[in-house]
Every structure is written in C-alpha cells, then in structure tokens.
C-alpha cells in the first residue's frame, strides 16, 4: 500500500498537481479561462517538471553518468536534482510575468524553484525526501492560496495535511528516509511555496 502512495504522490508528479490546484482556487484564472485553454499551462508544467526530467534521467542513465533511477546512489541524487531543476526554471520562465494568468502561477513555479534549490543545497549534508518535499509544496500552496485569494478553503488544508502525513508515513515505513529527512522535506516544501505567495501578494 505504501508503494501506492509513492507511486502516486511521485515527486514529478506534484507541480502537475499543484497548478492544477492554483488554477482551479485562483478566481482570475478559473473565471477567465475555459477548460481546453487550462490545458495548455497544466500541460507546460507537466512537459518541464516531469516528462523532460524523467527523459533525462534515462539519457543520464544509458550514457552510465548515474548508476540507478529508481535507487539512486547520493551522487546520483546529486545530479538528478540538479539537472530537473534547469526544467523547472524553464518551467517558471514560461509563466512569469504573463498578465492573463494573473501572478498566482508564477508564484507556484518560483516556489518550486526555491524549493528546488534548497534541497539539492541540503542533499549535500543529509538525503532529504524528495517526496516529502513535493507533498509539502502541495499544503504550502494551499496555505499561499488562502493568504493570496483571501477565500476560506480549509477543506483543502486538511486534505494536503493528510496527504502529508500519509506520503511521510508511507516513506518512513518503507525505510526510504528517516524521519529526520522527512520533516527537513516538509519543511523546505511547505516553507518555500507559502512564503511566495506571503511575499509577492503584499
């Protein structure tokens, strides 16, 4: 059942998820663009943050520059980051300043990037999960998106709560991470997406 999760809530799975969800909470997005024209963002950020990443983990894989994608060693890890987060800045350079998706969606994508460089910072001293990062993303947007959007949407927090906490329980059971890694996850994911969205709606 743990594997579920993992599988599911997949890091490069959580930005698709994530502007999915600011998309449909943001009033100057939802009320603005149909649904075929929300495919076209949803579907930018899906192309940067999971299809072009996990294409260039196999080329780095064939030409034998990481030993394992499914277990990566810490160096392996290392230049996975760091690589992903070049299409993740690709990916936050196609939505920032774009007048009619409003400033909610560059701020998602900022905050990615943030987080994205704290982790491959913070990977150098201890392996933090990535996964606990990502789900962390997901209840820090949501937090941003109240602050940002003045609405109440607690029904949302609490889901990305239990998310949260399933994802970390999942990957602590399966022995992926500790649970020290876990928390510095959580804490770089949710931190890094609600601070965005605090900052720039000031």
């Not at 943050?49 to 894989?61: D, E, G, K, N, R």
């Not at 990977?123 to 959007?149: C, F, P, R, W």
């Amino acid at each position: 059942m743990w594997k579920v999760f993992s599988y599911l809530f997949h890091p490069v799975l959580m930005p698709t998820l994530g502007i999915a969800i600011v998309m449909a909470c943001d009033p100057n997005i939802y009320l603005v663009l149909d649904v075929s024209q929300a495919l076209i963002p949803i579907s930018l950020v899906f192309l940067c943050t999971a299809l072009l990443p996990i294409f260039v983990s196999w080329i780095l894989f064939m030409l034998g520059m990481v030993t394992s994608v499914t277990k990566p060693t810490d160096n392996d890890r290392k230049q996975l980051i760091a690589f992903s987060a070049l299409f993740f800045m690709l990916g936050y350079y196609l939505f920032h300043n774009i007048p009619s998706f409003g400033k909610s969606i560059s701020y998602f994508m900022l905050g990615i990037n943030i987080a994205m460089v704290i982790t491959l910072i913070t990977n150098l001293i201890t392996k933090v999960s990535l996964h606990a990062v990502g789900i962390g993303g997901i209840l820090g947007t949501a937090i941003g998106l109240i602050y940002y959007t003045r609405l109440q949407m607690f029904p949302l927090i609490g889901i990305a709560i239990a998310m949260v906490c399933l994802v970390g329980y999942g990957r602590y059971k399966l022995k992926a991470h500790t649970a020290f890694d876990i928390y510095i996850g959580n804490i770089i994911g949710i931190t890094c997406q609600a601070l965005v969205f605090f900052v720039g709606s000031r």
